[in-house]
């Protein structure tokens, strides 16, 4: 876990040195005056590099102070996520660039993601907490449909959706299964969730996460022992762990 999260730190360092060393390129060819015909467009390219490396900084440093000493106050934290949201794709290309699978850099977003939700240390009631599921969890041959309601599982216990609905009702907490980001979306905008402990693949979650941002979500990376978008498993303890802390003090179950 210590490594993931030192991955994406790591390459979001990189990117800030990078703008750094760029803009210092960029003043040493307008302190030449020889060059008028790209003034403006060097100017241009000053400013927005300079203004993405300054949003980087005060990201870098804020990420790290929240992860050694727990989350500045929640209208800096939002700024934050909104600053990640824009600046995350340039990171992955950054991940590319360096021949960094991308599943690795958003496994990493993930790791860092869910330290900067811990550390807000937001205590949650259970109504207002969803628990959002992909569909692959489903076993391939059940017959039942379960993105609408999900307790229409017949409960046989075949999949990991008869567990995870039974650990939805130990905890009261709110519970969906989406096929997709759209699903998803709904029903995040239905249930208008305090917090979301969501399970997919590296890439489903890390734009989950993204896409809910300022809305704090745990992030859960699903099993694939037959291999992606099929059968898939998660582990209930890791769940239950997340939901104990967030719950807790809450007095249930
Ligand atoms: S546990 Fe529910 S969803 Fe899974 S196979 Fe059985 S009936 Fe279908």
């Known amino acids: 876990m210590v ?3 030192r991955l994406f730190l790591g390459l979001f360092l990189l990117f800030t040195f990078i703008l750094m060393i760029s803009l210092g390129f960029l003043a040493f060819f307008l302190a030449r005056p020889e060059a008028p015909l790209f003034q ?3 100017y241009f390219f ?3 590099v300079g203004l993405t490396a300054l949003l980087s900084i005060f990201t870098l440093g804020l990420i790290t102070i929240s992860l050694l000493r727990g989350a500045p106050p929640a209208w800096l934290s939002r700024a934050v996520k909104k600053i990640i949201v824009f600046l995350f794709p340039l990171i992955l290309q950054l991940g590319k660039i360096l021949r960094i699978t991308q599943d690795r850099v958003q496994s ?3 790791g860092v993601n869910n330290k900067l939700v811990e550390a807000e240390k937001e205590i949650v ?3 207002k907490m969803l628990i959002l599921l992909p569909h692959c969890l489903q076993d391939e041959d059940c017959p039942h449909k379960i993105t609408l309601d999900p307790y229409n599982c017949q409960r046989c216990g075949k999949c990991p959706i008869d567990s995870l609905l039974a650990l939805a009702e130990k905890w009261q907490v709110n519970i969906q299964i989406a096929t ?3 699903l998803a979306r709904r029903a995040v905008k239905k249930l208008r969730p305090q917090c979301v402990l969501a399970v997919a693949c590296e890439r489903d979650l890390s734009s989950g996460i993204l896409d809910s941002a300022p ?3 745990w992030g859960i990376l699903n ?3 037959m291999g992606p978008c099929r059968n898939t498993m998660v582990s209930l303890g890791a769940i239950e762990e997340i939901l104990k802390e967030i719950l807790d003090s809450q007095g249930c179950p």
């Open 3 to 5: 490594v993931r999260k």
């Open 40 to 42: 403006y467009a060097l």
């Open 46 to 48: 000053f400013v927005l």
């Open 108 to 110: 990493s977003f993930i």
């Open 125 to 127: 009631t259970p109504h």
């Open 180 to 182: 997709g980001g759209t």
């Open 215 to 217: 809305l704090p979500v």
């Open 223 to 225: 099993e694939r022992p």
